[in-house]
Structure formats: C-alpha cells, structure tokens
C-alpha cells in the first residue's frame, strides 16, 4: 500500500467537502470503508464492534475535515483517526472477541520477517490457527504494529506516523510482537 505520495483524487475531495459540498463525502467513504473495517476489526476481533467503529470514525473524520493537514496524505489522517478512536474503544473495557481467521496471510508474515532481517518464523499453514488465538493476547501496541504492518501492508515509516511513535519503537514492536507469537506457537505444540 502506497500511502507517501499525496493522493490527488483525495484531496479534490476534500476541497470540495470543504467547499461545502457534503455529498461528496460519500467517495471518501466508499473509497476507504473495506481498509477501516479490516483495521478495526483486526484490532477488536468483533464484526459488530468494526461496523460500529467504522461509523464513528467516519463521522469522527468527517467533523475534524478542517484540521487535515492538505500536504499530507488523507489516507495516513483517516488511519491516525481510526487507530486512535479503537484505542480508546478498547481503553473503556470494551470486550475483545477472539479473533477469527479472515484470509491472514501466514507465509506473508513469514516473508517480511524474513525481509526484515528478523529472527525466521517457521511457520505452516496448521499455525493460522495458532496465530489467530494468541494474536489478541499480545499486548496492545504489540498487535497494534502487527496488525498495521501484516494486515494493513504498511511501510515502518508509515505506522510511524499513523501511531504517533518513533520509527525504532515501531520496528521493535514489530520485532517483539512477532517474537512472542513465536513463544506462543512453539510453546502450544509442545
């Protein structure tokens, strides 16, 4: 997913919404609905919980319009927005509903650990499973940078900017969060 570059077709949008043109939204949302759901569904592990959130975040973006930044790229505000909405969703002691395997991508994880230079996952497709179960465990920020960087496809730099952190703390969580399903993993076939 390339998000450095600004999107032109974004930010024509944009100005037209802020022109007044309120329909225009409508192209906003259609456009980033899929990407919004699958993050916070990611995050809650609850279909009805992602619907909702999708709702606020959308209604949350489109009444902060004002403050994006038109040098930067849309799509890196709407995920700040939406991250930080779930964040506070789960800090008010909403449930998290385990995980279900959606199409994760075991041998994408495995590449770009292997890409990273990290320690290699030797992982099969029986560890899906496996995944899915401990991935809600880990700690939030954890899965936070896994779930942007695996099932997000987003560049370091970009969950960088999307979570507000340095670039070295988001590839040691990545790092760790990706140790720890390897803990878990070995630990569950033992």
Same mark, same amino acid.
């Given at each position: ?5 600004? $999107? ?12 007044? %043109?309120?329909?225009? /939204?409508?192209?906003?949302?259609? @456009? /980033? ?11 809650? +592990?609850?279909? $009805? ?23 930067? @790229? &849309? &799509? ?6 939406? =991250? %930080? ?8 002691? @909403? ?5 279900? $395997?959606? +199409? *994760? ?5 495995? $590449? ?9 996952? #030797? ?7 496996? *995944? ?5 465990? =880990? ?6 940078? =896994?779930?942007?960087? /695996?099932? !997000? ?10 979570? +507000?952190?340095? =670039? ?8 760790? +969060? #990706?140790? !720890? ?10």
């Amino acid at each position: 997913m390339d998000t450095t570059s600004i $999107d032109h077709a974004d930010l024509t949008i944009v100005k037209r919404i802020l022109a007044g %043109n309120r329909q225009a /939204y409508e192209q906003i949302i259609e @456009r /980033y609905k899929g990407p919004v759901f699958n993050l916070a569904y990611r995050m809650t +592990g609850s279909y $009805d919980d992602a619907a909702d959130l999708s709702q606020e975040i959308f209604i949350r973006a489109f009444r902060n319009l004002k403050k994006f930044d038109q040098r930067k @790229r &849309f &799509f890196t505000w709407l995920y700040t927005i939406a =991250l %930080n909405h779930i964040r506070n969703h789960q800090a008010k002691g @909403r449930r998290l509903s385990e995980i279900v $395997d959606n +199409g *994760i991508s075991i041998e994408n994880i495995a $590449d770009v650990v292997s890409e990273d230079n990290s320690e290699q996952l #030797l992982i099969k497709k029986e560890d899906a499973e496996l *995944i899915t179960e401990n991935l809600h465990t =880990l700690p939030r920020e954890l899965r936070e940078a =896994l779930v942007l960087r /695996y099932f !997000q496809a987003f560049s370091f730099d970009e969950i960088a900017e999307i979570s +507000g952190s340095s =670039l070295s703390a988001v590839k040691m969580r990545v790092y760790r +969060g #990706l140790e !720890q399903l390897r803990v878990m993993i070995q630990t569950a076939k033992k």
